[in-house]
């Protein structure tokens, strides 16, 4: 077994490190708000601390799963940051889902202290986290990886190294494009479907066994046709993300006319009010167009 950190107790990362700690690891978590550090302790075991820094250190591998870009800088790089204390040899493994140019520049520093730097956001929501079953789409060097997967299959369903350092968080940016897609293709169709005067859930039935199928619509069509969205990936967290992939388009060429469209869309429903709705919430936007 493992000594472990976890930095970072949101609705992901509770979960996560509550898993390792079921393995019988050693862990010790952070998160800025100490009361979610203390609940987390109360209910499993290990300790807290009160700085990145003291939470990493001694560690073999510490995990971070943390807000973006600047929230990750704060907990490795700023004041009292987990890279000042780990030890040489150690990993540090990020499950945020960050920018590819955030995942390079803490492999550098990380090699340059000497330990490894895997960046590894995860797909699966919250239900995948507190089931132990999302998948976990790596980047960095093969040899350090290899040490860490076995730990990161206490919460993992899958999990592949995708190349090198950032390989990873461009990733997680093809899984977030085509999800925005499927769930605005899927509202479109749900929206078509009532306004045709068709049931729904005998459409979706039909066609969910077909070419159409999708996990989105799996385990959304039902949440959508009732209206109901309090719930779920939020709104906020799907145009931070695909805010990430229209900068790296940018960077790399890459057209993106679709998801800049839908990017818009959910610009709409956060003016609705729906910042913390379920992104299946487009359907919503589609309705009120309507009224």
């Given at each position: 077994?493992?000594?472990?950190?976890?930095?970072?107790?949101?609705?992901?990362?509770?979960?996560?490190?509550?898993?390792?700690?079921?393995k019988?690891?050693?862990?010790?978590?952070?998160?800025?708000?100490?009361s979610?550090?203390?609940?987390?302790?109360?209910?499993?075991?290990?300790?807290?601390?009160?700085?990145?820094?003291?939470?990493?250190?001694?560690?073999?591998?510490?995990?971070?799963?943390?807000?973006?870009?600047?929230?990750?800088?704060v907990?490795?790089?700023g004041?009292?940051?987990?890279?000042?204390?780990?030890?040489?040899?150690?990993?540090?493994?990020?499950?945020?889902?960050?920018?590819?140019?955030?995942?390079?520049?803490?492999y550098?520093a990380?090699?340059?202290?000497?330990?490894?730097?895997?960046?590894?956001?995860?797909?699966?929501?919250?239900?995948?986290?507190?089931n132990?079953?999302?998948?976990?789409?790596?980047g960095?060097?093969?040899?350090?990886?290899?040490r860490?997967?076995?730990?990161?299959?206490?919460?993992a369903?899958?999990?592949?190294?995708?190349g090198?350092?950032g390989?990873?968080?461009?990733?997680?940016?093809?899984?977030q494009?085509?999800?925005?897609?499927?769930?605005?293709?899927l509202?479109?169709?749900?929206?078509?479907?009532?306004?045709?005067?068709?049931?729904?859930?005998?459409?979706?039935?039909?066609?969910?066994?077909?070419?159409?199928?999708?996990?989105?619509?799996?385990?959304?069509?039902r949440?959508?046709?009732?209206?109901?969205?309090?719930?779920?990936?939020?709104?906020?967290?799907?145009?931070?993300?695909?805010?990430?992939?229209?900068?790296?388009a940018?960077?790399?060429?890459?057209?993106l006319?679709?998801?800049?469209?839908?990017?818009?869309?959910y610009?709409?429903?956060?003016?609705?009010?729906?910042q913390?709705?379920?992104?299946?919430?487009?359907?919503?936007?589609?309705?009120?167009?309507?009224s």
């Amino acid at each position: 077994m493992a000594k472990l950190a976890f930095l970072g107790l949101g609705v992901m990362g509770y979960p996560m490190a509550g898993h390792l700690a079921a393995k019988g690891h050693d862990v010790c978590v952070y998160n800025r708000t100490a009361s979610k550090a203390e609940a987390w302790v109360a209910q499993h075991g290990g300790k807290f601390a009160t700085t990145p820094a003291e939470a990493a250190k001694n560690c073999e591998i510490v995990f971070a799963c943390v807000g973006n870009d600047d929230d990750l800088r704060v907990v490795t790089l700023g004041d009292a940051g987990a890279f000042a204390a780990m030890k040489k040899g150690s990993i540090f493994v990020d499950h945020t889902t960050a920018s590819a140019n955030i995942a390079r520049e803490l492999y550098a520093a990380a090699g340059n202290a000497g330990f490894d730097f895997i960046d590894a956001p995860v797909s699966g929501g919250q239900l995948g986290a507190e089931n132990g079953v999302l998948t976990v789409m790596c980047g960095g060097d093969s040899g350090p990886y290899e040490r860490a997967e076995p730990v990161i299959a206490a919460f993992a369903k899958s999990c592949k190294l995708m190349g090198e350092s950032g390989a990873g968080q461009l990733t997680k940016m093809v899984n977030q494009i085509c999800i925005a897609g499927l769930m605005q293709g899927l509202s479109e169709g749900l929206h078509f479907a009532d306004k045709a005067g068709l049931d729904g859930e005998r459409v979706v039935e039909v066609i969910s066994k077909g070419a159409a199928g999708s996990w989105q619509m799996e385990n959304r069509y039902r949440t959508m046709i009732a209206d109901e969205f309090d719930f779920g990936f939020a709104v906020d967290w799907m145009r931070k993300d695909l805010g990430i992939c229209l900068a790296e388009a940018n960077e790399n060429g890459a057209s993106l006319p679709g998801t800049a469209q839908i990017d818009q869309y959910y610009k709409d429903v956060q003016n609705m009010g729906g910042q913390r709705w379920d992104t299946s919430s487009l359907i919503r936007r589609l309705r009120k167009l309507d009224s």
